[in-house]
């Protein structure tokens, strides 16, 4: 196909994308050219990740038109975005580790079979790796998953680089630079730039916003699913891309105390700042999803709780997010679910007191209103917002003093949040600790103190009224590269 | 020196096998001679046949229990269908691979725990085999019969056979593309899947191999033994697994090693008569396989360990 320098490469039309409740994409729609560098900014959920699964195929949006070459596709999906073009480096690292370089990139390139394809793998990766990463030293023999993460992102994104059969027209950076470090970061926007000027075109997400204003030919603002601003290069500063990404309205907090109890967690980590908490506080962790908030959670409850034999009375809680990977039991009732975490409580000699369960599971049906005729129906019968409830009251039910919490609201409804934040301030009044890590900013605002996560570490510590969504994302988004 | 990961992968169960055939050597010197060796390795044909075959399902996550009862049917096959008929027994046998890609095909798209499933597949093959053979007898076919008992110079059979079955996998799952596309499925299905493979053809081929090996692993056992039986090779599919966790393979993220299997076979074949050797009765055999057994795989995962703490 003929590529025309006027036809925009591809075309996404008013895309719909819903997951169940929740609308990922609301009617967004994105043009690339060639020769154009799009910088995508928006913090989490914005809907991001959505439109890049639609641009590379992954996803089917429920409404919209996707065209290339001003051409409608029909059965747009990985291998036709493929064959026009278009590659795609994602967060997550996406290479086989057990294959070598060479065979990664024979797997990439479907049109590389044939005898002797090693040799024309090897070359391939070699030439992609020299030009976008002049100096790499990566051994194209080695195997994937003994070379290092900033190495294996450097073979990711000369892979998306390289060209046998169809050449790369359409590249997409989702945080391509996360784990590179400041030297290696200059050679792939130089790359990036570069790739452009040849007529290529670029999608370049990043926190690092510096990278984001020097780079992109035009930057376009998600949030809530939207775009809600788009400029071209030297449209933007710093001070109002960040600005661009906040809301301009937003409800009151709710009401924060002066938290003034004793010391109950603290974790000094090598790098950044560190963390306390204290007894009835309730503190967040913010920042862009994946920069070590669910880590600084696990190493909390690795810390206070035992490793070899249960404590009688448990130190800590953990609220999970994902329901259905580490919450619920699928197989068991609602009452059961309940009740899973607390069962010494609630037995004597080893035998369970069926009254006393049944008595604490009408308590907290009542007290965190979960909408069920009858404990005793499977817990899949519920709905997320209330299976998550169930997650809450065995946490809460129990005599942990300190309650962590992994983005527990993920999914859940406005009505049911609003429910379950009156609860945790009512238990946090009573002397409870909670430690809330979410991806959404408006609920950091319920908290008394939050820290912002960046690469891994604490960028920023709030408290009371300076917890304001403009704060934490200046926090989120570096200056330049670390 | 540094070694690479894969040698050391490869060292283990290399070391394992010379330091028990020096054992066996050392109780009974006449035991290394042609015929002794032959002696010592020919059941290790079939069972390292059918190790590849569960190694090949292994490289895409998935488990086979229905290997044993598989190679038991082909078994049957191959000495009643295969040396009366042979056309309706290889047309048989054709089928019989054919089920395996389908299994392959319906594990994929109902996202089926493949333990069960196989499971499963494994009373259908242990009814079908009572059926075609309902007591032991049949005759093998006479090319199978002259190939496992042909005298090859320099080396017996045996040693032979293992080679070649062990540079045949290697040069199917290590060197070529197909061999790249089963691992990658076991290694990061998404990503394969992203790159625009179709996963169930790769997981269908992949079992459709297997049974090619399996199918290969029952037509050589009829060759050695001369007839069948409807239980002759029940002890593979466990067997079979061990193997391949002994040759360095993993159960996931397709981490495999056709030489290393091939060596895991002979080992597992060789502890047997070691121990006979060793003049340890029959009653305490299976356990003292057991030890042995654990022994290798500790010494595995301390490697494993090792390997970790150097890859920081």
New interface residues.
Partial sequence: MAVSSDLPLLDVADALVRFGEVTALDGVSLRMMPGECIGLVGHNGAGKSTIVSVI?G?LTPQRGQISAQGQPLRGYG??LA?SLGLR?V?QEL??????TVI??T?????D??GAG??VRARKVIAESLDTVFPGHGIDPQA?VG?LSIARRQMVEIAMAFSTAGTAPRLVILDEPTSSLDAGLAAHLLAHVRRFVGAGGSVILISHILDEILDTASRIVVMKDGCIVDERPQGGFTHATLVAAMGSTARAAGARRSAAAGAEVLRVDPPRGLPFRAARGEIVGLAGLGGHGQTEMLLDLHERHSPNWWPARTPAVAFVAGDRRLNGTFDLWSILRNLTAATLPDLSRRGVLDRAAEAERGTDWQARIGIRTPDMGLPILSLSGGNQQKVLFARALSGRAPVVLMDDPMRGVDIGTKQEVYATLRAEADRGRTFVWYSTEIDEMTLCDRVYVFRDGAIAAELAGESITEAAILTASFAEAAA | MRLSSETLRLLVPALSLAALLAGVFWLQPRAMSYTGLNLLFNLAVPIALATIAQMIIMAVNDLDLSLGTFVSFVACVAATFLHDTPLLGLLILAASIAVYAGLGVVIHLRNLPSIVVTLGMSFVWAGLAVLILPAPGGTAPTWARAVMTAKPPLFPMAIWASLGVAVLAHLLLMRSSLGVLIRGVGGNQRSVERAGWSVVRARALAYALAACFAVAAGIALVGLTTSADANIALRYALLSIAGVILGGGEFTGGRISPIGAVIGALTLTLAGSFLSFLRISPDWQIGAQGAILIAVLALRLALNRLEKGRAR
């Fill in positions: 590379n992954g990985i291998a493929r795609c994602f996406s290479l086989c580790p057990n294959l065979e990664n024979r797997l990439m390139h479907r590389l079979g394809w090693r195997t003994t």
